[in-house]
């Protein structure tokens, strides 16, 4: 489903977002869908009263206020990845919350873990975010970014933590609502979980949100190369790019905050 404001460019096993302009309509989308992004859909649609849209914003800036600009930037980069994604028809469903659980910190383990319901396949996803300070070219840099995210998922993967999966099975309580499946989702994810299943090698999806003028925008023939090369590699079982571009982080942080203010 096409927004206004965001250009999307799809090649074979890759996605391109140009975010153009933070339109109304894409600012809408975000008012729908912050509370489930945040604290979970399930857990928002349950106490409604609590999960306001009001209270969402006040704990995402308790969060964010007093982080350094390299993690506001990953903040607004996640949420973008789960918005975008959300809105896309690609039949993936979320299993995974934005909000850290741990009081003001920042989210650790798997980024976001999707699932491909029509054929209960698993993706686990690393977004890194950033902008060049050294004025490299957009695909010089969204490169960069696209192989921290893959070193990073690969490195997360080989270490076997299955805490990482009994935070992942709590997301799932919070996310998925029991007529939607809940049950067969946590069983999914539980046994592809290093305690139950030898083999870890995992269907990753890498996202990169490139903070950089779109005059200069990433070319989605770059992600196609990069996918070829990281799949010859061997060390996924299967492969999905996702690259965002937007000119700013600070246009999406200014508009939480006016909605702050005006709630």
């Not at 460019?9 to 489930?36: A, P």
């Not at 029509?118 to 996803?125: I, P, Q, R």
């Not at 490139?210 to 070829?228: G, K, M, R, S, W």
Request: aromatic share 8%; glycine share 4%.
């Amino acid at each position: 489903m096409p927004i206004e404001g965001v250009n999307q460019i799809d090649k074979s096993n890759c996605t391109l977002y140009i975010i153009e302009s933070l339109s109304e309509e894409l600012k809408q989308i975000i008012r729908d869908q912050l509370q489930g992004i945040w604290s979970g859909f399930a857990m928002a649609d349950s106490v409604p009263e609590y999960y306001s849209y009001k209270f969402t914003l006040q704990s995402f800036f308790e969060r964010y206020t007093p982080k350094d600009s390299k993690t506001k930037k990953g903040m607004i980069g996640e949420l973008l990845s789960h918005i975008l994604l959300n809105h896309t028809d690609n039949n993936l469903t979320s299993l995974s919350i934005l909000k850290n659980k741990e009081e003001r910190s920042i989210k650790k383990g798997f980024d976001i873990i999707y699932c491909e319901i029509d054929c209960d396949k698993l993706w686990y996803s690393e977004v890194k975010s950033g902008r060049s300070e050294s004025g490299k070219d957009s695909n010089t840099y969204n490169e960069i970014l696209l192989n921290r995210a893959k070193k990073g998922i690969n490195e997360m993967i080989l270490e076997r933590r299955n805490s990482l999966w009994e935070s992942a099975l709590i997301d799932v309580d919070l996310v998925i609502k029991e007529n939607k499946g809940k049950l067969d989702l946590k069983q999914l994810l539980s046994k592809d979980s290093p305690m139950i299943k030898d083999e870890q090698k995992k269907n990753v999806i890498l996202i990169s949100i490139l903070y950089h003028n779109i005059a200069d925008c990433i070319d989605e023939n770059n992600q196609v190369t990069f996918y070829d090369t990281t799949k010859s590699e061997d060390i996924f079982n299967d492969i999905k790019i996702i690259s965002i571009q937007k000119s700013t982080y600070e246009a999406v942080a200014d508009f939480l905050s006016d909605e702050a203010l005006a709630s």
